[in-house]
């Protein structure tokens, strides 16, 4: 909305700044984090008013029990606050005109719907099933049925959504995937990743500090997509109007660090799955729109480690009758039960134990997410 004040530069020519979207990135990540600061407090009281605390795992994962139960009952769907303030400032600094801004905020708004009806039955029923995973798949099929359908349509993305395109090449792998390869291309990005990030979220500040480093390179990487000139100079696919993605980016990061402010541990309030799956929605859906989905593979390694050690826990644990790869999965609660049975042994504070996993799962975040953009160069 505030981008349009560039129209009145003839009267006042500093307004022409708000024309440019390096500007007004940084003005939405700050928008988006002052909200969060703002709003956070009356948020976790009013989860606290309604009892809206978190289920601890007891039956399915032992260990956590005893690592995280004092945790249960902290508030939880605080995802809310992450959404809320995405989509506040993502309307202040962008043109409502833009489609591809559209397409994010209802991503990432469908997304958190799904994880809010999945976080309140879980608070309600006051146990960790929720929705159901069949049912989560379900309503996340289905909205990447309503997306897949409007890449379609849409001249802007009608070509380009068919494209199979690869880091360090500079033409497409695949020119066209054809309907069935494209509908499961874009259901196995916007699926796996969403779930992901939820897979992602069992730490204190874990999840939200490593979509912050996805966050930040897709602002760049969004940024050069809708920019003509540093697309041909990097010969990534140029996508007119993507660039705006990049202002959505920064909001989902200003938000991230503002919803990180009552997160990081000992944690306030709990994203929980509104907001897991919101932020993994609207990573996956920026890396459809501007044809970087492979890229993700690397920019969000951390996620897809996540991910693969629970894949391939399940499918071993069937497969021999009850053995096990991993301690604990997801693969950040294997290093938490080996690092606290080592401070255990050698009489060090187990309780500093989380936060340390947790920046070292951030660190790694952020070399994968550097390395994401810099490959850019690479073709």
């Known amino acids: 909305m505030l981008y349009y004040l560039h129209l009145l530069t003839e009267w006042f020519s ?11 990135a940084l003005a939405g990540a700050g928008t988006a984090f002052i909200i969060c600061l ?14 809206m605390g978190q ?29 809320l303030s995405v989509v506040i400032s993502t309307l202040l600094w962008t043109p409502w005109s833009n489609g591809f801004v559209w397409i994010a905020l209802l991503t990432m ?34 909205w990447v049925v309503v997306v897949f359908a409007v890449l379609l349509i849409w001249p802007t993305t009608r070509e380009q959504c068919r494209q199979l395109m690869v880091p360090f090449l500079k033409d497409p792998l695949i020119q066209d995937l054809g309907l069935i390869g494209t509908f499961l291309f874009l259901a196995l990005v916007m699926v796996g990743s969403t779930n992901a990030v939820n897979l992602t979220d069992g730490l204190d ?13 897709y602002l760049v990487m ?60 609207a990573i996956s859906i920026v890396a459809v729109l501007i044809n970087q989905e492979l890229a993700l593979i690397l920019v969000g390694g ?33 290093f938490e039960v080996l690092e606290k049975e080592r401070a255990e042994k050698e009489g060090r504070d187990v309780e500093v134990v989380e936060t340390m996993i947790t920046i070292r799962f951030w660190i790694l975040s952020i070399i994968c997410a550097l390395l994401g953009v810099a490959m850019l160069k690479l073709r």
């Not at 703002?38 to 009892?51: C, Q, S």
């Not at 500040?205 to 390179?217: D, E, K, R």
């Not at 938000?255 to 993994?280: E, I, K, Q």
């Open 302 to 334: 951390v996620f897809v480690a996540e991910a693969l050690s629970v894949l391939l826990q399940v499918s071993y644990f069937k497969l021999t009758g009850g053995r096990r790869i991993f301690k604990c999965s997801p693969l950040h609660h294997h």
């Open 55 to 83: 289920p601890i795992r007891r039956s399915e994962a032992p260990p956590l029990v005893i690592f995280h139960g004092k945790k249960e009952g902290t508030p939880t769907m605080g995802g809310v606050l992450i959404i």
């Open 38 to 51: 703002i709003v956070g407090p009356w948020m976790i009281r009013m989860l606290r008013r309604l009892k």
């Open 109 to 142: 708004c469908f997304m958190g719907g799904i994880g809010f009806r999945d976080d309140f039955l879980k608070v309600t029923k006051k146990n960790t099933k929720g929705l159901g995973a069949r049912s989560k798949l379900f309503w996340q099929l289905a």
């Open 222 to 281: 969004a940024y050069i997509a809708g920019h003509a000139g540093l697309a041909k100079y990097l010969q990534v696919p140029y996508i007119p109007g993507t660039g705006e993605l990049a202002v959505f980016c920064g909001c989902l990061l200003g938000a991230g660090l503002g919803f990180l402010w009552y997160n990081c541990h000992p944690a306030r309030v709990f994203m929980g799955d509104t907001g897991s799956l919101a932020l993994g929605g």
């Open 14 to 24: 500093p307004l022409r700044v708000f024309r440019y979207i390096t500007f007004r």
């Open 205 to 217: 500040g874990l999840a939200i500090g490593c979509s912050n480093s996805v966050a930040l390179a």
